[in-house]
C-alpha cells in the first residue's frame, strides 16, 4: 500500500479523488472487492466510492476485474488498488506543472501590464490601448501593473521544480 501520510502523495490524492475518496482509500480492504462492500466497509457513499474508482482507474491506481454470474448472468465488478505506478504518475506531473509554469514565466516576462486600481482586470498593453486606458468594467484609469515579484515568485518556483 502506499504511504498516505506522504504529503505529496497525499495531495495529490486528493486533488484527484477529494476528501471523500482518500477516505475511501485509507479504509479500503485489501484484495478483490465490490463497489458495495467497499462502500459498506469505508462509510462512504456509493455513488462516491463508485466516482473515486473510475477516476483511480482512469489513473491507473485501481483495477477492474469482472465477473458474470452463470445463473443470473449478471456482472459483478471486483475492485482493488495498485499504487505501483505512483511515482512515475507523479513525476508526469511535476513534469506537467514544470511545463506550464515556464509557459507562464515566459507570458509574464514577454508582456506588459496595465490594472485598474479597483482590481477588476489586469489587461495586456495592446488590449489596454483598445480601451483607452480606462476600465471595462468601472472606467477607472488603468495604472502601469509591475509584475517584476510575481516573475520572481515564478523562477523561484521553476528553479525549486528543476532542481528537486
Keep these: 500500500m502506499v504511504d498516505l501520510n506522504d ?12 476528501e471523500d475518496g482518500l477516505q475511501m482509500i485509507e479504509k479500503m480492504p485489501e484484495g478483490e472487492v465490490t463497489d458495495e462492500e467497499i462502500a459498506a466497509k469505508t462509510e462512504v457513499l456509493l455513488n ?28 459483478t465488478y471486483l475492485w482493488r488498488l495498485d499504487f505501483s505506478d505512483i511515482e512515475h504518475q507523479l513525476m508526469k506531473e511535476k513534469k506537467k506543472l514544470l511545463r ?19 482590481g477588476c482586470v489586469r489587461l495586456l498593453f495592446d488590449e489596454a490601448t483598445e480601451t483607452e486606458f480606462l476600465c471595462p ?18 523562477r523561484k518556483r521553476v528553479d525549486a521544480l528543476s532542481s528537486a
Excluded at 504529503?7 to 477529494?18: D, E, F, H, N, P
Excluded at 462516491?48 to 477492474?64: G, M, S
Excluded at 514565466?105 to 506588459?112: A, D, H, P, T
Design 137 to 154: 468594467m468601472c472606467g477607472e484609469d488603468l495604472v502601469f501593473y509591475d509584475n517584476s515579484h510575481f516573475i520572481d515568485v515564478l
Design 48 to 75: 462516491t466510492v463508485r466516482r473515486t474508482l473510475f477516476i483511480l482507474n482512469e489513473n491507473k491506481f485501481a483495477i477492474c476485474r469482472r465477473e458474470r454470474d452463470s445463473n443470473s448472468g449478471w456482472l
Design 100 to 118: 506550464n509554469l515556464k509557459t507562464r514565466l515566459e507570458f509574464e516576462e514577454n508582456n506588459v501590464f496595465y490594472m485598474c486600481p479597483q
Design 7 to 18: 504529503k505529496v502523495i497525499r495531495g495529490y490524492l486528493l486533488s484527484l479523488v477529494g
